[in-house]
T-cell receptor, first 116, second 112 residues
């Protein structure tokens, strides 16, 4: 079972606000968790990558993973209009095992709008 | 630094036609992937190549074939295109594990 749930939005917030984006998942075997940003008509761009549970910070972005709750989050501080995009969560198993379950499993994405 | 390059960027096919989507990466990555992205469905894995010389089916492989030509290049072939294959196709690569995959800019394919 590979299901990943993500609210599609749109999520609209004023410039400067803290944004919280979330995903839940059902397969406890996932160990790597990623967040991608995708601008309209562009390819996904890797933002953050976390192994297992815990927090990771990179500039204005913080990723959190709670494996006990099967819940991951991305926080964006001091949000800017340029942050307006679709944010995709993704997760994977630690290696390749074959059978179609490999690669990244994506949520459907949350469309974020930062209002100037 | 090009990263992952896909060609063509746009394509319109008639039902039953065939075509090959090309992908090349210059990051010396071992693993390469083909995804399709459809509205409301998210990104789904079609095929992947964990390393040069190997390929394996992903979640939605029917109607597609792939070739890992060398370490840099991974192509996706549609032998007889169907309207259900209208989608945006993304190629991606990663160093070893499926994590930290880097994506190309996509190919927008319409089958009429």
């Amino acid at each position: 079972q590979k299901e990943v749930e993500q609210d599609p939005g749109p999520l609209s917030v004023p410039e400067g606000a803290i944004v919280s984006l979330n995903c839940t998942y059902s397969n406890s075997a996932f160990q790597y968790f990623m967040w991608y940003r995708q601008y309209s008509r562009k390819g996904p761009e890797l933002l953050m990558y976390t192994y297992s549970s815990g927090n990771k910070e990179d500039g204005r972005f913080t990723a959190q993973v709670d494996k006990s709750s099967k819940y991951i989050s991305l926080f964006i501080r001091d949000s800017q209009p340029s942050d307006s995009a679709t944010y995709l969560c993704a997760m994977s198993f630690p290696g390749f095992s074959g059978g179609g379950a490999d690669g990244l499993t994506f949520g459907k994405g949350t469309h974020l709008i930062i209002q100037p | 630094n090009a990263g992952v390059t896909q060609t063509p960027k746009f394509q319109v096919l008639k039902t039953g036609q065939s075509m090959t989507l090309q992908c090349a990466q210059d990051m010396n990555h071992n693993s390469m992937y083909w995804y399709r992205q459809d509205p409301g469905m998210g990104l789904r894995l079609i095929y992947y190549s964990a390393s040069e010389g190997t390929t394996d089916k992903g979640e939605v492989p029917n109607g597609y074939n792939v070739s890992r030509l060398n370490k840099r290049e991974f192509s996706l072939r549609l032998e007889s295109a169907a309207p259900s294959q209208t989608s945006v196709y993304f190629c991606a690569s990663s160093a070893i594990r499926p994590t930290e995959a880097f994506f190309g800019q996509g190919t927008r394919l319409t089958v009429v």
